[in-house]
């Protein structure tokens, strides 16, 4: 079962793969990372890191920087739709928190973190399929300042797309010959990075948890 799936898996790879060759593989970078900023079905980190591989290995008909465009435009778009989504709930949520004195309560310690914290948050979540979606649309449910969350996202989708082009394109020159390989080397380097920064965050967070406990509800 797991040799069929494995193989499955590498067929993909191998499709995508050959198809990253062409130029309109940017607009399928663009395309998912826009889509996969509201809607976390399939990582857009796949797609960018197969066009980087391909920018690599000498395949592709685009340089690395078409592919970093691509990939930072096309999430800056996505994240800034889910949070216009998120605004547009924004009465509706506000409505619940007057009428229920404890979801209010979270509704503000939510935009309270998001005040203190957000810019940092925009950029790690960016790295957190799913967790970019939920803390965009939170921006919006929470009204935060439209400047200040279109800056931060900007930078976010920048640092984002560069990692993923950038550490496909270095991981993937020893094996040029094997653009199977190459793809799952570059994609096993940016997963255990992605599950780093998710432990690390992890800790840091049980750490400030422990603090707050000892210091005592003053």
């Known amino acids: 079962m797991l040799g069929a799936v494995f193989s499955w898996i590498t067929d993909i790879t191998d499709t995508l793969g050959d198809w990253a060759s062409n130029w309109w593989f940017l607009a399928v970078v663009f395309v998912i990372a826009f889509f996969d900023s509201i809607v976390p079905i399939v990582p857009s980190e796949t797609t960018v890191i197969i066009a980087g591989v391909a920018v690599s290995v000498g395949e592709a008909e685009y340089p690395l920087w078409m592919v970093i465009v691509c990939g930072a435009v096309g999430a800056f778009l996505g994240d800034n739709t889910a949070y216009q989504i998120g605004r547009g709930f924004a009465p509706r949520f506000e409505r619940r928190a007057q009428r229920k004195e404890s979801f209010g309560r979270r509704l503000e310690w939510a935009a309270d973190q998001i005040r203190e914290r957000g810019g940092l948050l925009l950029i790690t979540a960016r790295f957190i399929p799913g967790g970019r979606t939920l803390l965009t649309l939170s921006s919006g ?32 020159q020893p094996f040029k010959d094997n653009h199977t390989l190459a793809f799952w080397v570059a994609f096993g380097t940016a997963l255990t990075i992605n599950v780093m920064i998710e432990v690390v965050r992890h800790v840091r967070a049980r750490r400030r948890v422990r603090e707050l406990e000892a210091v005592g509800p003053t």
């Open 141 to 172: 449910i929470t009204r935060q300042p439209r400047l200040w969350f279109v800056t931060w996202v900007a930078i976010a989708c920048t640092i984002w797309a560069t990692y993923a082009a950038g550490l496909a394109y270095v991981v993937g």
